[in-house]
């Protein structure tokens, strides 16, 4: 039908089901220029033409993350049927795209990714100049933090990076989330008029939840004395958290670009007398992640490893199963870990 979404079947490697995904060890948690993948483009939400939606159809939406996903569920609520490509628990960066998932990327209206070159493994599907469903980067418009400055104002700086490359996890600041809600709410509203008003109401009424998730992350983290907050993660995690609630990021265990490349010998020891001379109070670790060398560092200098929620949800009916409850826990955290 004229004006309405199409596109050609997406094919599915030979390899497919065995695959590694090396191009996500090599990109690692570095974005890069305001989001693009290779080969992969993005549509503005609000231009996207109107899906075929006959019979009754709910609109067919993908989310590449859980962390994605809530604001998709809370805006599309009933009227659209959501799949989440990488499960709780996972790690979207050595993410392996199953066959199945290619047949859901195929079915999908739209697919949602964060963007600023996070997803590396859409670009090994949907990259290449093959048709696709229409892909949206819901961190379109958010002011990304710089590689390079972050690492430079470091007491100890870590790798050079080359410029223009930025740090992706936006989510930790909650006004990045209201963003992505917005663009949510502007995409299936273009997909599927005749919801859109419903879907504007879902999107005001999620934003004023995240609004207080907010205020009251501000409110726990003034009462901390400003000389004790101070960041130290396993990998480049946490800018957006130190930028928006005045943190002050001193290292990570992994100084290079990406969480998969270990550091060497010399590096650790100049985090680690870093460490001691800045105070440090605690080490955080992503809940899922191997952190064999945050417990190493943690050991030579006597700072607690503390785990907290970095990349993903926990699964249903754990303590960060909603982005708003995944707030909440690690914020209450760092505040209590930095007391």
């Known amino acids: ?72 569920a ?15 628990g996972a790690d979207p960066h050595d993410y392996e795209l199953a066959p199945q998932d290619v047949v859901r990327l195929n079915e999908a209206d ?16 949907l990259g290449g100049g093959q048709d696709h469903p229409p892909v949206v980067a819901l961190s379109d418009g958010v002011a990304a933090l710089s590689i390079a400055d972050e690492l430079a104002a470091r007491p100890a700086a870590g790798n050079a990076v080359p410029p223009g490359e930025v740090d992706p996890h936006v989510w930790f600041d909650p006004k990045n989330v209201m963003l992505w809600t917005n663009h949510a709410g502007q ?26 998730v907010d205020a009251w992350a501000a409110e726990q983290i003034a009462a901390l004395p400003e000389s004790q907050r101070k960041l130290v993660a396993d990998h480049e995690v946490l800018g957006y958290l130190a930028r928006r609630y005045g943190f002050t990021v001193v290292g990570a265990i992994n100084p290079k670009t990406n969480d998969l490349a270990a550091p060497s010998a010399q590096e650790l020891a100049a985090l680690e ?67």
């Open 110 to 125: 739209v697919i949602l990714m964060s963007g600023l070159g996070y997803e590396v493994f859409l670009a090994k599907v």
């Open 1 to 72: 039908m004229p004006g309405l979404n199409t596109f050609r079947r997406l094919m599915v490697p030979p390899a497919l089901a065995g695959w590694v995904m090396l191009g996500a060890m090599a990109a690692g948690c570095v974005g890069q220029n305001r989001g693009a993948l290779p080969g992969l483009t993005a549509q503005p939400a609000a231009q996207l033409a109107p899906a075929d939606l006959g019979s009754g159809r709910k609109l067919r939406v993908v989310a590449t993350t859980g962390l994605l996903a809530e604001p998709a």
């Open 273 to 339: 007398a870093t460490l001691k001379r800045e105070a440090v109070r605690a080490i955080f670790v992503g809940t899922y992640d191997n952190h064999s060398l945050a417990d190493q560092v943690g050991s030579d200098t006597g700072i607690p490893v503390v785990p907290i929620y970095l990349e993903s949800l926990s699964p249903p009916g754990g303590p960060a199963q909603s982005y708003l409850d995944f707030m909440r826990f690690d914020v209450q955290a760092i505040v209590e870990a930095l007391k």
């Open 74 to 88: 809370a805006v599309g609520g009933g009227m659209i049927d959501l799949t989440v490509l990488v499960p709780s």
């Open 187 to 212: 995409a299936f509203s273009a997909l599927d008029p005749a919801h859109a008003e419903a879907y504007q109401a879902n999107a005001s009424a999620y934003i004023q939840k995240i609004e207080q």
